[in-house]
């Protein structure tokens, strides 16, 4: 069964393995997602923590969706810092990499070794950091994660994604995050809907444990997107999909 778009006033797209793979554009998906722009309201959705929305909109420009901007872009960094003021967060230690650092910074949190703990994928992790991150934590500040994926797919394999992370330092302070943002967790999701005042979106995703349960959590539809290599188990979604043209065909 195909979703009917007139069903639905939002579409929530997952971006790597939606719209691009790799890096690389899925064609038929750029083509769709141009097409339904003027049919329903699109918004982009990720875990990655590393990059701001700037740049994401911008790289989605360049492989031809010229309409995008960073509102319609929304990442794990990006919706933890807008609940930084909620959280009473003023003061943050970053275990995480630019775009993490940038989006806190515009929600006018400072960024130092001392306070809050906010957790996202760091490719230059270390000790130092552990140390820092866990004397935070142990003296009382929050403990906050941008997401848990285990593993991230890229042209050499898969690697180590920030789970691996936001593990160690949580062995070490002897406690599990206050908060995990990114999916399957609903946070990201709910926060997307309401930011345009959706009240049926239909989410898209390629991802069985994360796209596919974070919608459920969140109590909206969600279409699976086929791709090759991508296993895995989890909630079954309300709908299959080869491609993105399908709901345009």
Not at 24 to 42: D, G, H, L, Q, Y
Request: charged content about 25%.
């Amino acid at each position: 069964m195909i979703p009917r778009l007139s069903d639905y006033d939002l579409l929530i797209l997952d971006i790597d393995g939606v719209v691009w793979l790799d890096g690389k554009p899925i064609e038929s998906s750029v083509r769709a997602i141009n097409e339904m722009k003027s049919e329903i309201k699109i918004v982009f959705l990720t875990n990655n923590s590393t990059r701001h929305r700037r740049t994401i909109s911008s790289l989605l420009r360049d492989i031809g969706i010229p309409w995008v901007s960073e509102r319609d872009i929304f990442t794990s960094a990006s919706v933890l810092a807008s609940l930084s003021s909620s959280l009473g967060m003023r003061n943050c230690y970053v275990v995480g990499e630019s775009g993490l650092i940038m989006e806190l910074e515009e929600a006018g949190i400072g960024i130092s070794d001392e306070g809050d703990v906010c957790v996202g994928l760091d490719r230059s992790f270390n000790y130092e950091k552990l140390k820092i991150a866990v004397r935070n934590i142990l003296s009382g500040a929050m403990f906050l994660a941008t997401n848990y994926d285990r593993l991230l797919p890229t042209q050499e394999g898969a690697i180590p994604g920030a789970a691996s992370i936001v593990s160690a330092i949580s062995a070490a302070c002897g406690r599990e995050p206050d908060i995990i943002v990114g999916k399957p967790n609903p946070i990201m999701f709910l926060h997307a809907s309401a930011s345009v005042g959706a009240k049926r979106p239909l989410v898209i995703g390629d991802n069985l444990e994360t796209d596919i349960l974070g919608a459920m959590r969140a109590g909206m539809d969600s279409a699976l997107l086929l791709r090759e290599g991508r296993g895995g188990t989890g909630p079954r979604p309300k709908y299959v999909l080869r491609d993105l043209e399908e709901l345009i065909r």
